[in-house]
C-alpha cells in the first residue's frame, strides 16, 4: 500500500463525528480516531509522532485531557 503524507489523530467523543472525519481523511491521510483524550495519549505514545492532532474542544472531562498536548511541538487552532 501507498505511504499516506500525513498522520492525524482524531480525538472526538461522539462516534458519528469520528466515523464522518476518518471517512473524509483516509483517502489522503493516515487517521488514528480516539473517543478520549486517556486513549488518545496511549496513541500518542504508542503509534505516534502525528503530524496533525483534530481534538474535540468539548469532550467532557476525562482523565488526561489537561495534558493532552504536554511536551511535543503543537499549535492549537480553535473555532467558536
Known sequence: PQQKPFRVLFVDDQPQWSA????A???LFEVVSVPDPGQAQRAL???G???VAVIDLMLT???G???LLD?????AVGMD
Open 71 to 75: 511536551g511535543g511541538t503543537h499549535r
Open 49 to 51: 509522532p502525528f503530524d
Open 25 to 27: 481523511l483516509q483517502d
Open 61 to 63: 472531562e476525562a482523565p
Open 20 to 23: 464522518k472525519a476518518t471517512e
Open 45 to 47: 505514545t504508542s503509534e
Open 65 to 67: 485531557r489537561s495534558g
